[in-house]
Structures are given as structure tokens and as C-alpha cells.
């Protein structure tokens, strides 16, 4: 019987563009040395998912039950996920090195062992390794199940035999699938060896995590369909301190996108944080014009965090913008506003921004901090230490309102903070006990009201 003849392409690992040839520039995206020959197709066919028909079938006609989820062990972890574990989902796991990635999953499988069937696939650590930090972190792993392998063939016969219901595989990029000429960590191995797991996964109602390794520039190493494989995205990345673990997902088909997650490296490995507002509020004793409190919105929780802000002449020429935790654009677009609706010249001032604690902000409710902290650092004025801000900043001056404005009140209050200014629009009209609230409608009234 002739061998089966193998389709390959050429793929941007970056966009996913593909051409019919090898080229050295990415048209698409305008990366360079990103187009590498994949695999298009396995030799023979790849199975389906369950339940996978050829048939069209009406939507209203096909059953759907409603999955039950279980715990991971950490009410933080299973925040980020959505609830917990979903039966059948791929969750793709990744951060810098040395960010507890193994630490956290090794402590999920050590709990869920408990009343399921787990397996540990290391394909970068030796068994000795791993057992070795557990019994640091003094796990209960009687009932874990390890493997040490990195062919894919291997692990599903394994699996096969073992039937777990959630399983890890530590890493992705050191996975390979036979028959792909490409070496393990390639474009064409981590594609494959995603897509057969995943396949696996979804055909056999396994929990399949994934664990991937990061490039210099923070993203995913690996081709981009990996991202667009799994169910769940999740990075783990580390504060300035590196005391605590961020938690954050980007991706999720079961959960809300961007809720975070926040933990404590400890001895005995990560704990849950429950109240992550106490620790990026560990202020001075002594209040400092620039500094300012803000509430974000994290996913489906609110956390306080502290804006600080420094304005000192320009002393090079070109005056600089510096954000840490904060978009430069959004920088320079609050300063503008500032000069044009607010009357402070700031055109020969450097002004530096920085959000306390590592935290990076997503969204613009912390807009009216940010002014008003710069304003304060420019008239080296001292702002109250019970007072919060928030609130999104209008090109034209105007201070528009957030969401969840009366449950960020309440996160304020619940934290010792007396006063608050606010969008008119999320000022409640039967107020807040314990708190003045101040509602502005622009940068003006804002201004006035410190």
C-alpha cells in the first residue's frame, strides 16, 4: 500500500497567514522570520470530537446538559477559571519562569486526587524533581499518578489506561507527535501535539491543562492557533516585590475574561490571597502630594490600588511621559485634558505615573485618579488619605461614569475611606452610610472638590 503523502504549508507563527511558499517576510503582519513549514494534515484521519456528526442537525434539536463543575482547591484559582474545573475543557496555563505555574497545578492535582483520578505528565522534570518539592510543600500525594514521557502516543496510551479526569501536561512545547519533522518546541510539534490532546480531551470529558512557555516579550510561545485551541487562557505572572503571584485569564469560554486572581509564594507553596485590596493599599504613615487611591474593576470583584504620580520640571528639553502599570497613550491624553479644560500647564513639566503593586490597568475608571494625583504632585498639595477617586476623563473635560460604581463605593468604604469623588452619574442618590460622596460632572468641578 503507497504511504500516505504528508500536506505541509507555510504558516506566520505571529498573524497565521499562510502562503504556498517559504518567505522571510510576513506580509499580513510585517514580522520577519516568522513563516515555518507546517504540518496541513496527519497521514490518515484524526477522530472527531464525542459526539461529532457529519449531519446537519437543527440547533434546537441537540441536547445540552449543563456541565458540573468541581474545585481546583483555591477559591482564587477557581475565580480566574470561572467557578472551578469544566469536564471536557483545555486550559492553557502560562508564565515566566520560576512564576509557580508547576507549584499552583501540582497543588490543584494533590486536592482534586482526593476524590478523582489524576495524572501529572513531566515532560521537562524528572519524577525525583517533582517529588521532591510536594513533599516540601508537604502535599498529600498518595493517590497522584505520574508520568515522565514527551511523546504524545505515549501519554494517550497511558491515559487510555488510566482513564484520569484531569490531567496536566508540563510542558506543551516539549510534547512531539511521530511523524512530524520538526523538532519538539517547533511551530508544527506544538500545533500537532495541541490539536491531538485537545481532540483527546474534548472526545473523552477530561480536564486537560496545558502548560506553555513565554517569550521575552511576555506572549505565548508557540504558533497563535494554540491560543485559539483551548477553552481557557491563563497567565501567571509575578509583582515587583516578588512576593505575590497575578493570576489573569485572557481567554475563557466558561468564565469572565480578565478576572484576577492574586496569590502569596509561601514555604509551602502559592496561597490565596482573599482580600488583595488590603495589599496594594500598605501605605505610609505620612501622606505624600501625588498619591491618590482608585478602585478597578477585576473581572467580577472591585480592588483598591494607589496612584502615584510625580511632576518635576523638565530638565532635558523634551519634557517625558512615564507610565508603570499604565497605558503612555492614555497618559498623554489625561495630560491634554488637563491643560486644555483644567488651565495647568504641564508642556515643560516630566510627569512620571506609577500604579502601586505591579498591577496593570485595563480599563479608564482610573482616569480622574490619575489628573488628580498629577495635579496634586504639580501644587505639591497633600490629598486626604481617606479619600478615593474614580471615574472615566472626555476629551472634552466631561467625567462619565464606570460601572459598577455603588460596589466599588462599598469596597472603599468597607476599607476605612471616608470621602469619594465620582462621576454625577455613579454618585447613589441615597448616599452611602459613613461616606460623603462628591459627584462631578467635569474636570472642573473635580478640581474644585480638592
Not at 505571529?14 to 520577519?32: E, R
Not at 515566566?96 to 494533590?110: H, M, V, Y
Not at 466558561?254 to 496569590?263: A, D, Q, R, T, Y
Not at 510625580?310 to 528639553?317: F, I, P
Request: aromatic residues 4%.
Amino acid at each position: 500500500m503507497a504511504k500516505a503523502k504528508v500536506k505541509t504549508g507555510f504558516v506566520c507563527s505571529d498573524c497565521g497567514a499562510v502562503y504556498p511558499k517559504w518567505q522571510g517576510h510576513c506580509t499580513a503582519c510585517n514580522a520577519w522570520n516568522t513563516v515555518q513549514e507546517i504540518r496541513l494534515e496527519r497521514p490518515g484521519r484524526r477522530e472527531g470530537f464525542a459526539g461529532a456528526s457529519s449531519v446537519v442537525t437543527l440547533l434546537g434539536s441537540v441536547e445540552c446538559s449543563e456541565e458540573a463543575r468541581f474545585s481546583s482547591g483555591s477559591e482564587e484559582f477557581d475565580r480566574v477559571l470561572g467557578g472551578g474545573f469544566v469536564p471536557g475543557s483545555v486550559i492553557l496555563i502560562g508564565g515566566d519562569p520560576g512564576a509557580g505555574k508547576s507549584t499552583i497545578l501540582l497543588q490543584a492535582l494533590c486536592h482534586a486526587a482526593g476524590a478523582r483520578e489524576v495524572l501529572y505528565v513531566s515532560g521537562e522534570e524528572s519524577l525525583q524533581q517533582i517529588a521532591g518539592r510536594a513533599r516540601r510543600l508537604q502535599l498529600p500525594v498518595d493517590r497522584v499518578k505520574m508520568l515522565a514521557e514527551s511523546s504524545v502516543e505515549r501519554v494517550l496510551e497511558a491515559a487510555a489506561a488510566e482513564r484520569p479526569e484531569v490531567m496536566v501536561i508540563d510542558s506543551i512545547q516539549v510534547m512531539h507527535v511521530a511523524g512530524v519533522e520538526a523538532a519538539p518546541g517547533g511551530v508544527s510539534q506544538v500545533r500537532e501535539s495541541a490539536a491531538t490532546l485537545t481532540c483527546y480531551a474534548k472526545s473523552s470529558g477530561v480536564v486537560l491543562i496545558l502548560v506553555g512557555h513565554v517569550t521575552k516579550d511576555q506572549s505565548l510561545a508557540g504558533p497563535m492557533t494554540l491560543s485559539h485551541m483551548v477553552d481557557t487562557q491563563v497567565m501567571l505572572s509575578s509583582t515587583e516585590d516578588a512576593r505575590y503571584r497575578l493570576m489573569r485569564t485572557t481567554k475563557n469560554r466558561f468564565g469572565p475574561v480578565n478576572e484576577l486572581g492574586v496569590f502569596a509564594m509561601t514555604e509551602k507553596g502559592l496561597r490565596e490571597v482573599k482580600n488583595p485590596s488590603a495589599i496594594f493599599l500598605s501605605r505610609t504613615d505620612t501622606a505624600a502630594p501625588g498619591s491618590l487611591i482608585s478602585v478597578l474593576w477585576e473581572g467580577t470583584r472591585p480592588l483598591l490600588v494607589e496612584i502615584q504620580a510625580l511632576v518635576v520640571s523638565a530638565q532635558y528639553g523634551t519634557p517625558r511621559r512615564l507610565g508603570i502599570g499604565l497605558d503612555q497613550n492614555r497618559i498623554a491624553m489625561i495630560l491634554a485634558v488637563i491643560a486644555k479644560h483644567g488651565g495647568l500647564v504641564l508642556s515643560d513639566q516630566d510627569v512620571f505615573v506609577n500604579v502601586v503593586g505591579g498591577i496593570r490597568v485595563l480599563e479608564t475608571s482610573a482616569d480622574l485618579a490619575v489628573a488628580l494625583s498629577v495635579v496634586s504632585s504639580l501644587r505639591n498639595a497633600v490629598l486626604p488619605q481617606d479619600l478615593m477617586v474614580f471615574g472615566e476623563i472626555g476629551l472634552s473635560g466631561e467625567i462619565r461614569p464606570v460601572s459598577n460604581g455603588e460596589a466599588r463605593l462599598k469596597e472603599g468604604a468597607k476599607h476605612g475611606f471616608r470621602r469619594a469623588i465620582v462621576p454625577k452619574g455613579n454618585a447613589p442618590k441615597k448616599g452611602l452610610a459613613g461616606m460623603e460622596i462628591v459627584g462631578v460632572a467635569d474636570l472642573v468641578e473635580a478640581l474644585d472638590a480638592i
